[in-house]
């Protein structure tokens, strides 16, 4: 068995002295607790050297002696592929197990070499996988006994937990281990106090935070938390040595950076956005992010007072949407962030009272019948200081605010109740919704289930509509659910179609029921013969895979004559009517003179 002699240990007492562990980057962020953690596994399971060696391939190293790798990769590539695999491993002979072909355990720790090894895999509270503690000896072993393999379990568990606790303390973030915001504000106050004067920041956004919350509701927690941490190590390899990543947002990093005032190298910042526009192989699956990168030159001494991660971040927002991918900070971004953020609190307000939020409702005509069939729900809000707010503004807010779901909920559940009130009233109608990117979940299942029940409607009188664009950027799960809503009846609308740049026969997978064509297009019919082409062959297409095919966008009697001589099963559009308060439609529809929208017969 072991030999604690080969240790070079007096007897079997550990005396180790405070600080014999470190972080083999050495830019000094520890787990807290890695110490008596380490020191308890070491002594209870008589290892000189234990190290907790995290999936972002930063390690820890605590040894009982003198002997302690230099290097963060100081274990060797195959061991530390066995300790992400997620399972206890133990090798009781590094030289004579196949698995590693007599490979060295550590390559680094000079004429010494390690002969048993054993690891534990670390988990966060929540159970996310982040690394593993291993144990090593100079010596063979036979294995562990189950009183040692429960130490080892036990220690592994209290690591995870000092982890955790590192980033309840605000330091660490726990998925990619980097030290988060109030390190940033602690190290910019350390420069002050070291009396700099100048620094510039920058910000890093992976992805506008609609696309990628859709992204972790498609691909799940395990691939964003892989993706970021393969984002972090790009920006890394970027950055000059002896400046640290913080990670300050779910998928936001920033950087204090080293230059003068005049001015930062755009060639080098064009090189960060080229890195990290190329695609990541995460998990072995393909993707590419859209990054924003900001920079901002910061006067140290004006610290106080100011929030300049604020003011990077508008302008890694502003950069999102760029050519380039990176932009210094304009005042007048901040300016349009601030009119944004009041504008989501406000927003917020608005879906808890309700009562400067309505909607419209918009007619669908059928041209067979010329009757109106359906009408389309369409948000309002009136804002008591700034009047009406159109939906192309606030929609994309709640978007990207993590509102839309309570928004839609309120569209579904006010809408139906209309649409309820309307069925008993005697007019034979149908009602379409709009649903974003966010919406795409189970729940949006129970709720269309809950809100026919409640208000007495069948599900064969609603109908959703998803634009090309959010169908594009969703996978499988947003096919299967859409699958199920189309199973209870619920019909589904392709929106704007023409926008997104996707060919009808992979949309033809989708199973939606009917397709709208993009207004652009309609509106353009009139002046341009060649936009009349497109809306006659995309309405020809459609028809013929199946679609029932909606043109909105009607906004004359010429456009709408054209319209009636194409493959089109429905209309909507200005020249029918625009979309109207509730209280409205009644008078509309007992107005609507049927036969002049029907199609002529032959
Ligand atoms: P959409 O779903 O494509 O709705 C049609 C939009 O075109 C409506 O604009 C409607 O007022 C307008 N429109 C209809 N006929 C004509 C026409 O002949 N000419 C012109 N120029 N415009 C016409 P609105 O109400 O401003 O809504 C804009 C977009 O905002 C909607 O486009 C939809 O994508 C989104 N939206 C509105 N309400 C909701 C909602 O409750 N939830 C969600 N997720 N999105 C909504
Ligand atoms: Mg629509
Ligand atoms: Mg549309």
Redesign the pocket.
């Known amino acids: 068995m072991h030999d604690s002699g080969s240790m070079g240990l007096a007897g079997s007492a550990f005396d180790v002295p405070s600080g014999a562990t470190r972080e083999a980057f050495g830019d000094g962020f520890a787990v807290p607790g890695f110490d008596a953690v380490a020191r308890l596994a070491a002594h209870s399971l008589h290892v000189p050297l234990v190290s907790l060696v995290l999936s972002t391939g930063s390690a820890f190293w605590f040894s009982a002696d003198a002997h302690r790798p230099d290097s963060p990769h100081a274990l060797h590539p195959r061991y530390l592929e066995a300790t992400r695999q997620g399972q206890t491993q133990v090798v009781p002979d590094t030289e004579a197990d196949t698995r590693f072909g007599g490979a060295p355990l550590l390559t680094d720790i000079g004429p010494t070499r390690m002969r048993f090894f054993a690891s534990e895999p670390v988990y966060t509270l929540s159970g996310q996988h982040v690394g593993a503690l291993c144990v090593m000896d100079y010596s063979p072993r036979d294995g562990l006994n189950e009183s040692e393999c429960a130490d080892l379990r036990d220690a592994a568990r209290l690591a995870g937990t000092g982890l955790v606790l590192g980033s309840y303390v605000g330091r660490i973030d726990p998925v990619t281990q980097l030290p988060h915001r109030n390190a940033f504000f602690e190290d910019l106050r350390a420069r002050q106090r070291g009396g700099e004067h100048q620094a510039w920041l920058i910000a890093v956004d992976v992805a506008p935070v609609s696309r990628f919350s859709a992204f972790i509701r498609a691909m799940g927690h395990a691939y964003a938390d892989e993706l970021m941490r393969d984002v972090a190590a790009r920006v890394q390899v970027w950055m000059p040595e002896h400046t640290h990543l913080y990670q300050v947002g779910t998928s936001r990093f920033a950087a204090i950076l080293p230059g003068s005032a005049d001015g930062i190298d755009a060639a080098w910042m064009d090189e960060l956005v080229h890195r990290l526009r190329q695609p990541f192989d995460c998990l072995g699956i393909p993707l590419c992010v859209q990054p924003g990168v900001g920079l901002l030159s910061l006067d140290i001494d004006q610290l106080e007072g100011g929030d300049p991660l604020r003011l990077v971040m508008s302008a890694s927002h502003a950069a999102q949407e760029s050519v380039r991918g990176w932009a210094t900070y304009e005042p007048s971004d901040d300016e349009r962030h601030r009119q944004e953020f009041f504008l989501v609190t406000e927003l917020a307000a608005a879906l808890n009272e309700r009562a400067e939020l309505d ?2 409702y ?1 007619p669908r005509v059928d041209l067979a019948s010329g009757r109106c069939i359906a009408v ?5 809000w009136q804002h008591p200081t700034q009047g009406a707010i ?3 503004r606030f ?1 994309e807010l ?2 990207q605010a993590g509102l ?1 779901r309570s ?2 909920e309120w ?1 579904l559940d006010h ?1 139906v109740a209309q649409l309820g009130l309307w069925q008993r009233a005697g007019l034979d109608l149908k009602l379409s ?4 990117s966010s ?1 795409l979940g189970t729940e949006l299942i129970d709720r269309l289930r809950e809100a026919a029940g409640r208000h007495a409607v069948a599900l064969e009188a609603l109908e959703l ?1 998803v ?1 090309e664009g959010t169908l594009l950027e969703h996978s499988d799960t947003t096919r299967e659910i859409l699958a199920a809503i189309r199973a209870l009846g619920v019909g589904i609308a392709i ?2 179609f023409g926008t997104g740049y996707s060919n009808l026969t992979s949309l033809r997978e989708m199973p939606a029921t009917s397709l ?1 064509i ?2 652009s297009f ?2 353009g019919m009139e002046a341009s013969p060649h936009d009349g082409a497109i809306v006659r062959s995309m309405t020809e297409l459609a028809r013929e895979l199946g679609f029932r095919v909606v043109v ?4 004359t009697a010429s456009i709408f004559a054209s319209v009636q001589g194409m493959a089109c099963d429905e209309v ?5 009517a ?2 109207m308060p509730a209280a409205e439609l009644p008078d509309w529809l007992a107005r609507h003179d049927v036969a002049r929208f029907r199609r002529p017969a032959g």
């Open positions: 909607l419209h918009q389309e729900a369409l948000a309002r159109p939906p192309g929609i709640a978007e839309m928004l839609t569209v809408g919704i709009n649903v974003s919406d509509e634009t929106d704007d709208k993009d207004q309609v509106r909105e966008g009607v906004e909507q559009g200005y020249h029918l625009r979309p």
